[in-house]
């Protein structure tokens, strides 16, 4: 089945630096990916849909250029948190759009745990 | 008012009964609903999916949608303790899902 591989599964970094999160469809082209960032004990909340070849579209409250995301590609969008703080840390989440080909709705990358000290 | 509200968990049911999940939306243009399991630490996997009103069944899952009302649930048969998670609704609007709370499946053995 269509794979959405994200890496990397865990990171603590400290307040002030910068990570980078990626995700790859494996074996289809992803033109539409989203961002999630999910605090324990509740739900998935939708950061940003990024489109290929295109700027990234942010739900409102999520600051464009604390989270940067780039869709260069059909198989690689990242999600680089800038100038990371504590309350920054969380479990962040990718999804693609499953191409019409028989499959169903989204498919998930496995998430990223981001802890920040 | 939420948009996607999810009956409050924890639900805990003996293994072999039926886990009864529900969902309300607020977005009536909602065409697409999914349902999601998550387990602990991990990212949703997929249970079912249903586009039409009425019932749609697969394997130990019954989904059933109602639009009119703007309802969605879900049924497991013959609970097992590795259904044990928590279980996410989420319609789909202009190709963006939308997820509710979700409620968390304890089955005991």
């Known amino acids: 089945g269509a794979v959405v591989s994200q890496h990397p599964s865990w990171v603590i970094c400290k307040s002030g630096t910068s990570v980078k999160i990626e995700c790859r469809s494996l074996?289809?082209?992803?033109?539409?990916m989203f961002w999630y960032r999910q605090f324990p004990k509740q739900s998935l909340m939708l950061m940003a849909t990024?489109?290929?070849?295109?700027?990234?579209?942010?739900e409102q409250g999520v600051e464009k250029d604390k989270f940067l995301i780039n869709h260069a590609s059909l198989t690689l969008s990242t999600l680089t948190v800038t100038s990371a703080h504590p309350e920054d840390s969380s479990f962040y989440i990718c999804?693609?759009?499953?191409?019409?080909?028989?499959?169903?709705?989204?498919?998930f990358g496995s998430g990223t745990r981001l802890t920040v000290v | 008012q939420k948009e996607v509200e999810q009956n409050s968990g924890p639900l805990s049911v003996p293994e072999g009964a039926i886990a009864s999940l529900n969902c309300t939306y607020s977005d009536r243009v909602s065409q697409s609903f999914f349902w999601y399991r998550q387990y602990s630490g991990k990212s949703p996997e997929l249970i079912m999916s249903i586009y039409s009103n009425g019932d749609k069944e697969d394997g130990r899952f019954t989904a059933q949608l109602n639009k009119a009302s703007q309802y969605v649930s879900l049924l497991i048969r013959d609970s097992q303790p590795s259904d044990s998670a928590t279980y996410l609704c989420?319609?789909?609007?202009?190709?963006?899902?939308?997820f509710g709370a979700g409620t968390t499946v304890t089955v005991r053995a």
């Open positions: 989420a319609p789909a609007n202009d190709y963006k899902l939308s």
């Open positions: 074996d289809f082209q992803a033109t539409t």
């Open positions: 990024s489109n290929e070849g295109s700027k990234a579209t942010y």
């Open positions: 999804s693609a759009r499953l191409p019409r080909t028989g499959n169903d709705g989204y498919t």
